[in-house]
């Protein structure tokens, strides 16, 4: 490791709080249909886990980053710093949650593991933006759904199906919006592997709603999906402004978030 680096002093905001959007998004989602489903103090410090494990994010990326170039700028102790201090309160929530919760809610934590792990490795290599990243980091922020439908008491089956539903959705969502940005840029667009995630992802919710894992609802929100992504990716699409179509995207996951969250509730 060199010493460290001549820069210009750095804002401990532009450390600490990350600016992308869709993340943000997907890491809502699953917090409020959580608990919209199932009320619980437990679920509210898990919720409060989620957002300083999420946080933890971008100042590890920040630090990964530096360390594999071999410097350290002002940044690189700040963010090392700000990772330690997440990680610290994401872990003293969710132990708090322990002896709150009606049912363990480690094993979706487990199973989210893996593609955060994925996530995580991408970006140390600053590759977070790439598809796979993005679509594993929305599959493993989906996974706080389940643990906080679990942690209120929430039978195993309905509360992974929430998860699968916002894994679909999160998925789908960043291979539209690549293939569109693509699109609008004269670029090779991947418009077909666009359109067949949200042809298989109508076929899940479907399957998950015959189980009884997910409501109806789920059907029609990934059909709604589909549609959006038939017309965005057409000829007769409007031409958007990343920023616009990122806020229209975050529009299309309140409307999933919405049905998702009355089709568990009223059983529809």
């Known amino acids: 490791m060199t010493p460290e680096a001549s820069a210009p002093p750095v804002s401990w905001k532009t450390v600490a709080v990350p600016v992308e959007h869709g993340g943000w998004g997907f ?10 489903l199932v ?9 409060a886990a989620a957002v300083a494990a999420f946080l933890v994010r971008h100042p590890l990326r920040l630090a990964l980053i530096d360390r594999r170039k071999g410097v350290r700028y002002p940044r690189t102790g700040l963010a090392e710093r700000v990772v330690i201090a997440y990680a610290a309160l994401a872990l003293a929530f969710a132990l708090v949650a322990v ?4 049912s363990p809610f480690w094993p979706p934590v487990v199973l989210a593991a893996p593609a955060a792990l994925v996530a ?8 977070s933006r790439e598809a796979l990243p993005e679509a594993a980091g929305a599959v493993a922020l989906g996974g ?3 643990a906080i439908a679990l942690a209120g008491g929430l039978p195993a089956g309905p509360a992974f199906g929430a998860w699968a539903l916002l ?6 969502a960043v291979l539209y919006v690549r293939a569109r940005l693509r699109l609008d840029r004269g670029l090779p667009s991947g418009t077909a592997t666009a359109l067949g995630s949200h042809v298989a992802g109508v076929a899940a919710a ?6 009884g894992w997910g409501p109806w609802l789920g059907l029609l929100a990934l059909l709604l999906l589909l549609l959006r992504a038939w017309h965005g990716l057409s000829s007769r699409r409007p031409r958007l402004r990343p920023q616009a179509l990122g806020f229209r995207e975050m529009g299309w996951g309140l409307v999933t978030l919405a049905l998702l969250a009355v089709g568990y509730r009223l059983r529809l």
Not at 27 to 36: F, H, T, Y
């Open 39 to 47: 009320p619980s103090v437990a679920g509210i410090c898990l919720a």
């Open 144 to 146: 706080s759904v389940t």
């Open 167 to 172: 894994a679909l959705r999160g998925v789908t």
């Open 99 to 102: 002896p709150l919760s009606r």
């Open 206 to 211: 479907g399957a998950l709603a015959a189980a």
């Open 120 to 127: 995580l490795w991408s970006d140390a290599r600053g590759r």
């Open 27 to 36: 890491l809502v989602e699953p917090l409020v249909l959580g608990l919209v």
